[in-house]
């Protein structure tokens, strides 16, 4: 999977990102090194989903899919 981010500079310094595809994925850091490292956890993050907490019935299929 691909996705676009978006890197701005901070008004007060540093950085800040936005990943578009993935609603309200946003994350900030001092550099751009520990940017790039916390926008792979922050998408980790926002594309985690906790399965036990979603009803499912009996009939229902959960798919993995990777794209």
């Excluded at 981010?5 to 990943?19: F, L, M, P, S, T």
């Excluded at 922050?42 to 019935?57: H, P, Y």
């Amino acid at each position: 999977m691909k996705l676009k981010v978006i890197i701005h500079d901070a008004e007060e310094g540093g950085y800040w990102a936005e990943v578009p595809a993935i609603l309200g994925c946003a994350t900030q850091s001092e550099t751009f090194e520990e940017l790039l490292q916390n926008l792979y956890e922050e998408i980790e993050g926002c594309l985690s989903v906790d399965m036990a907490s979603i009803e499912t019935t009996a009939t229902d299929r959960i798919l993995e899919i990777a794209v």
